[in-house]
C-alpha cells in the first residue's frame, strides 16, 4: 500500500516486485500473468519494463496527445457497445509485439481518444475491449457498493477499535454476499442485482430452512413476496453446495 498522494508512476515497479516476491512467481509463470493497467501507469517505459520480464499487458497508454495523433491513423472504425474502436501500428518499438487499439467517444458535443497496447491474441477488438472492462474496479464493485447495499457509510462506532471491527464484519459480509451472488444468483433472473438490491429485495424475505435428517429438505419463503418462487430455487441449490 502506498499514500494517496503517491502518483501511480512512482508505484507500479516495486507493486510488481512486491506481488513477485509474494506469490514466488517464476519466469514460466510470468508469462501467463497478465497486467491490466490504467493510463497513470500506461507509460512506454513501463510498458518495456513488464514485457522485458515476460508479461502480458493490457495496458491505457498515458499520452493523450498521442492517442489523438494515432486516431487520425485509423482506417477503419467498429462500434461496440457506444464506442468506436480501430486498430494501428504500434506508435514505437515495445521490444516485443503488441497491439494497438484506438477508442473513440463523444464527450460535451466532441470525440476524444484513448488508445490502448496488449499482448493477448483475441479474435475480434470487442474482446479486446470487454477483457479490459472487466479490470478489477474496487472503488465501484465493493467501496461503493458496501456504502450502499451493506450501509457502511450509515454506521460509526465512536472508538477506534469498534470501528475496525464493523469495517471487518463488513468485509466478511462482502465476501460472503459475492460467493452467494457467484454460486447461486448467475445465470438466474437475480444475476443483474447488484449488493442493494440484493440484501433489500431477496435477503429480507421471511422463510426458513426445513432440515430433515441433518439434510436440507426445503427452503420455504413467504410466498405473497415477489421474487420467492425464483428465489427458493436459489436458495436450495446454494445451501446444497450445486
Known sequence: MFPGNRHTVQCLEPAVLAAETALELSSEQRKRTVWRLDGGAGSDEHIRWLLQRNYHIVAKGM?????????RRVTRWDLYEGVWLGEVEPPVDYGRPVRVFVKRRRKDGAFVHSYYVLTLSLPSKGLFMARYDARGGAEVEQFRGDKSGLSLEARRKRSFLGQKG???LTD????????????ALIGTRFESFGPKRIVRDLLTMPGKLVFEGGQLARVELLTQKQFAGDLAICLERYCSGG
Open 172 to 183: 466478511l459480509a462482502h465476501n460472503l454476499l459475492s460467493d452467494f451472488y457467484n454460486q
Open 63 to 71: 499520452s493523450h496527445s498521442r492517442a489523438e495523433a494515432l486516431s
Open 166 to 168: 464493523y469495517i471487518l
